[in-house]
């Protein structure tokens, strides 16, 4: 298993831009979250799914768009980026049940910068 | 909303000495995680704590959840270069989807 990828690693966007940072995961899992990590700072969520088709949102969703078309795919949209949207994006993937450990498996992180 | 507050926030040991990261959260968690994130790298998870009370330990790691499991720590006994890093906890309350992330604690061992 691939476990949760990430493309791309790193990108420079020009105020404006737009772009799709792109999160896949091969571990069937139902949960899928868009963390956010500023320089020296915690983890802030952007937004989740529970499952194909359905979204929430998180701490910090202005700015971004996502959907879940697939249980494997979860795609994070950024409409006219802004320098505040510089940050590490970590996408992860999850399997929630009743019981158990819903272990949060991350992926490598896209390292994004606005100018 | 529901914070999850760490310290410290940062904090430097002689290799072999200890270390304990201490996080709290201003509602009772159904569950708390704790992850680990090496300088450049993803966090990693390390273990879940559930019940009121649990202690856990992995090696040289001691896991502790709070009687009213609002706080938890984490504690590196003698420490090594490989424990660097930035440890985070997350904790979920009763019912939610999602985890909220504490604010970390980056550990710098000094050889």
């Known amino acids: ?44 969520l952007i937004y989740y799914s529970v499952g194909a088709g359905i979204t929430d949102k998180g701490e910090v969703p202005n700015g ?3 959907s879940r078309s697939t249980t494997e795919d979860f795609p994070l949209r950024l409409e006219l980026a802004a ?10 993937s999850s399997y929630l049940s ?18 | ?25 201003s509602t009772t968690l159904s569950n708390i995680q704790w992850y680990k994130q090496r300088p450049g790298g993803h966090p990693v998870f390390l273990i879940q704590l559930v019940k009121s009370g649990e202690v ?25 270069t490989t424990d660097v890093g930035t440890y985070f906890c997350a904790g979920r309350q009763t019912g939610a989807n999602n985890l909220f992330f504490g604010t970390g604690t980056r550990l710098t061992v000094i050889p």
């Open chain 1, 1 to 44: 298993n691939a476990g949760v990828t990430q493309t791309p690693k790193f990108r420079i966007l020009k105020i404006g831009q737009s772009m799709t940072l792109q999160c896949a995961q091969d571990m069937n899992h139902n949960y899928m979250y868009w963390y956010r990590q500023d320089p020296g700072m915690g983890l802030k």
């Open chain 1, 64 to 66: 971004y768009n996502v």
């Open chain 1, 83 to 92: 320098p505040s949207q510089t940050s590490v994006y970590f996408c992860a």
């Open chain 1, 98 to 115: 009743g019981g158990g450990t819903d272990t949060q498996y991350f992926g490598p992180g896209t390292r994004l910068t606005v100018l």
């Open chain 2, 1 to 25: 909303g529901q914070q999850v507050m760490q310290i410290p926030q940062y904090q430097h040991v002689q290799e072999g000495e200890d270390f304990t990261t201490y996080c709290n959260s």
């Open chain 2, 56 to 80: 856990k330990k992995q090696k040289r790691l001691t896991f502790q959840f709070g009687e009213a499991k609002k706080n938890s720590s984490l504690h590196i006994t003698a420490t090594q």
